[in-house]
């Protein structure tokens, strides 16, 4: 029953085919040479599609781990008493940092930063921003004010509700933001190829640039795949959040 249930999990079987392209898709020279007959040079090699997977996991893991401390921080403080006033501000810079397009931000970051991975992670910072701290604010507001009252009555400080309470109840719903967030950002993080970054978006660049589809769709492939994984993680931690909570 086990051994059939393993065999089922479509978690397994992306993963399989993600390492099974990654370090397989050198040798489907004839494949993509069947797919795509006019092409000279049918599959990617200037870069290991392994170095370029690693890469791009790389700017992610980074942003992404910067997009939470930021947003869930700013979204705890503006539920706060002290910070209540500058919600609507939060809020504002959030939505602008996400509808500000990630080329834009490249193009004023570049001048001044160079050519390297740090203009690349600021704009996936800025872009990953809004779900967290919209997610964060409205986990917290969900808790009930009955829950606070007892709590409070019980002679906890603020600091203690929110480790205690707040931040165990709202942590789906924070969790939700955070699986946005970086759904976003690994199709986002092509962009850094552009500034001459390595990533899976190096060969949809080098193939939208010299019009070789072949290139386009086995980096679209492996980005993909590794947002459909990291889609299905979230849904089994969310899930195992739901059964500890007895819900």
């Known amino acids: ?78 539920t706060r008493p002290a910070g209540r006033a500058f919600r609507p501000l939060l809020e504002t810079v959030a939505a602008v940092g996400q509808t500000f397009p990630p080329v834009a931000v490249l193009a004023v970051a570049v001048p001044v930063m160079g050519f390297s991975a740090e203009p690349a992670v600021i704009a996936l910072v800025l872009y990953g921003l809004l779900p967290i701290v919209q997610a964060t604010i409205a986990g917290i507001e969900t808790v009930p004010a009955s829950l606070h009252d ?5 002679g906890m400080s603020r600091g203690q509700i929110l480790r205690r309470l707040e931040l165990p109840l709202a942590a789906p719903v924070i969790i ?3 699986r946005t967030s970086v759904i976003i ?11 001459g970054v390595k990533s899976l978006g190096s060969p949809i660049i080098i193939g939208l640039s010299g019009f070789n589809t072949a ?15 990291s889609d299905m993680l979230f849904e089994r931690w969310l899930r195992a959040l739901d059964v500890s909570y007895g819900r």
Do not use: E, K
């Open 176 to 178: 939700s933001g955070i």
């Open 1 to 78: 029953m086990m051994t059939r249930r393993i065999l089922t999990d479509p978690l397994l079987w992306c993963l399989l085919l993600l390492l099974a392209l990654v370090f397989g898709m050198p040798h489907m020279t004839r494949l993509f040479a069947a797919l795509f007959p006019a092409l000279d040079r049918p599959v990617y090699r200037q870069d290991s599609f392994a170095s370029l997977a690693f890469a791009h996991l790389w700017l992610v893991l980074v942003s992404s781990m910067l997009a939470v401390v930021i947003g869930v921080g700013a979204g705890i403080w503006v």
């Open 150 to 154: 007892i709590a409070t009555g019980a």
């Open 215 to 229: 290139y386009v769709l086995q980096g679209a492939l492996l980005v993909a795949l590794l947002a459909i994984i």
């Open 185 to 195: 950002n690994i199709g986002t993080a092509a962009i850094a190829s552009t500034v």
